[in-house]
């Protein structure tokens, strides 16, 4: 566990982002500087440019122009070795749940003594005590989904970035995971996190940058943004309009 006392703020920004692709802009981000402690929520309909950004901010795709920062210095290795992702369709070995969380430990060095308690650790945190030994492949969709948010929380990072991790599940699950993300940055793990559903905003986000078109509309405190978005684009997605 990190200790809060020690925490510095970690200030994760964009400046002069731009993606383009056959000539059409898909992302264009001027500046953008997540510094609060979120959990960031990132909101807004279908091919916004949700995931795009998630990506660039994790360093997965280098964008045609501008750059990522951490702490005002362009994102490196040495960030990124401290970023996890999750993605909304879990990748998993195909071993037992585990073996898909020793792997990840081994990787680190993680002396195998140290493995195991650390597994039984994480299996706990993700309510899956019971199913150590059962096929990865074999779980549920919401198992599924808190086996991969345990691997990302293995590599004990700093920042977790989270694309829709609950957009195939059902409520119940959704909330298990929920609590999962709320529980990690308590400890003081960095979320970024993008969801569609207002309600998930809602409940956990600190704040929220809304996205429409490849272009982020407007960041704020979630309960302001929430309750009086300043962007026409804000107020009529949370009104549940079309917005194109
Ligand atoms: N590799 C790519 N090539 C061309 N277009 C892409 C590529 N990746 C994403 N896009 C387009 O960029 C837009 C934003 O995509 P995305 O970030 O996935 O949206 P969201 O996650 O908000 O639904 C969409 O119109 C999508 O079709
Ligand atoms: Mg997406």
Redesign the pocket.
């Known amino acids: 566990m990190r200790d809060l006392t020690l925490e510095i703020v970690r200030r994760l920004s964009v400046r002069n982002l731009e993606?383009a692709?056959?000539g059409?802009a898909?992302?264009t981000v001027p500046r953008l500087s997540l510094d609060g402690p979120g959990p960031t929520l990132?909101l807004?309909?279908?091919?916004?440019?949700?995931?795009?950004?998630?990506?660039c901010l994790h360093g997965l795709?280098a964008p045609d122009r501008g750059q990522v920062e951490q702490d005002g210095a362009p994102l490196g290795l040495e960030h990124k070795a401290r970023q996890a992702m999750v993605f909304q369709q879990p990748v998993l070995l195909r071993r037992s749940v585990a073996a898909n969380l020793d792997f990840v430990l081994k990787r680190q060095g993680v002396p195998r003594r140290i493995r195991k308690t650390r597994i039984e650790e994480l299996l706990d945190e993700g309510g899956l005590e019971g199913k150590a030994r059962q096929s990865a492949r074999s779980l549920s969709g919401g198992e599924a989904q808190r086996l991969a948010i345990l691997r990302a929380l293995a590599l004990d990072p700093e920042t977790l970035f989270l694309?829709?991790p609950t957009s195939a599940l059902d409520p119940g699950a959704t909330q298990t995971i929920e609590r999962m993300i709320q529980r990690a940055s308590n400890r003081g793990v960095r979320i970024v996190m993008?969801t569609?559903d207002i309600g998930q905003a809602r409940r956990l986000a600190a704040d929220i940058v809304m996205?429409q078109g490849?272009r982020v509309v407007e960041h704020g405190a979630a309960k302001q943004l929430l309750d009086a978005p300043e962007s026409d684009a804000s107020r009529r997605y949370l009104a549940g309009g079309l917005v194109t």
């Open positions: 993606i692709r056959n059409k898909l992302l990132i807004g309909p279908n091919g916004s440019g949700k995931s795009l950004l998630l990506r795709i694309d829709e993008v569609h996205m490849g």
